[in-house]
């Protein structure tokens, strides 16, 4: 059969928190650079569609090629391990402890930031050609983004800080399913769309996705966004993180861990 039923892909997910809790210092590296940056250019893609379009819907159907990509080649998004890697702890499996989740999620967001980084220094440079002109229409796009979801959320204080949390909830909880998506069919067409879906959901409806962010500031700010390093960590990245962890974990891993693995008791019934 090309699909898993749910005892089967959730036994998969808790295998593949495992996994990336003991994989290699260098190769945890490589496929976490390697997904910020794909990532990356999949926001750019997004946003030019976008842009010349005049949808935006247009560019949040197509922004889910990048994840698609990343996730077919093995990569890894802070937001994917954020899911897996406490299942493994929860199911107890032999030598998974707290300080091994912590260490995963250190080095895939090191991983995913310095890709993401890498590519939002090569199209800022492309935008303006060697930063010799303006950066155009689209460049304009993604500084005013930049300003509008760090200062934007500045502006109500407290409230804003609690709706960057909230999307980040709402976003990894959209993500979270497009990689289970990823492990419920065998064929890559049937991967393709169950984590198509979920990607463009969250996308069009502007979600926050700590990955995504960590291209599209360091670019804002690289092409003129009226803002400071302090305003995108405190009102943007932080919130955005804390509230993708909680989002992925609460509403996709542990929901499925728990009624597919660690099931209640069955109910007796009496005459």
């Not at 990343?70 to 929860?90: E, H, K, Q, R």
């Not at 030598?95 to 310095?114: E, H, M, Q, Y």
Request: glycine fraction near 12%; hydrophobic fraction near 55%.
């Amino acid at each position: 059969m090309s699909y898993l039923v749910p005892t089967e892909f959730v036994t998969k997910m808790v295998d593949a928190g495992e996994s990336k809790i003991f994989m290699s210092t260098r190769d945890t590296l490589i496929r976490a650079f390697m997904a910020g940056a794909i990532l990356a250019l999949a926001a750019v893609f997004a946003i030019t569609v976008g842009v010349q379009t005049g949808s935006p819907l247009v560019g949040a159907m197509l922004f889910p090629v990048g994840f698609v990509m990343l996730y077919l080649m093995g990569f890894d998004l802070l937001t994917g391990v954020f899911m897996l890697t406490p299942l493994a702890l929860l199911d107890r499996r032999p030598g998974v402890t707290p300080s091994g989740v912590l260490r995963n999620w250190g080095l895939v967001f090191v991983g995913n930031f310095a890709g993401a980084l890498t590519v939002a220094f090569m199209m800022a440079f492309v935008f303006t050609y060697g930063f010799s002109t303006g950066p155009g229409a689209i460049g304009e796009k993604i500084s005013h983004i930049g300003e509008a979801r760090t200062l934007g959320y500045a502006e109500y204080g407290l409230a804003g800080w609690a709706t960057i949390f909230l999307r980040g909830m709402l976003c990894n909880w959209m993500v979270s399913m497009g990689v289970v998506g990823a492990m419920i069919s065998t064929t890559v067409s049937g991967k393709t769309i169950a984590m198509w879906m979920p990607i463009m959901l969250f996308f069009f409806m502007g979600f926050e996705h700590s990955v995504v962010n960590m291209f599209l500031f360091p670019s804002a700010m690289i092409m003129g966004g009226d803002f400071s390093v302090m305003d995108y960590m405190i009102w943007n990245e932080i919130p955005t993180a804390l509230g993708n962890l909680v989002g992925g974990l609460a509403f996709t891993g542990l929901t499925l861990y728990t009624t597919h693995v660690r099931t209640a008791p069955k109910r007796t019934t009496y005459n």
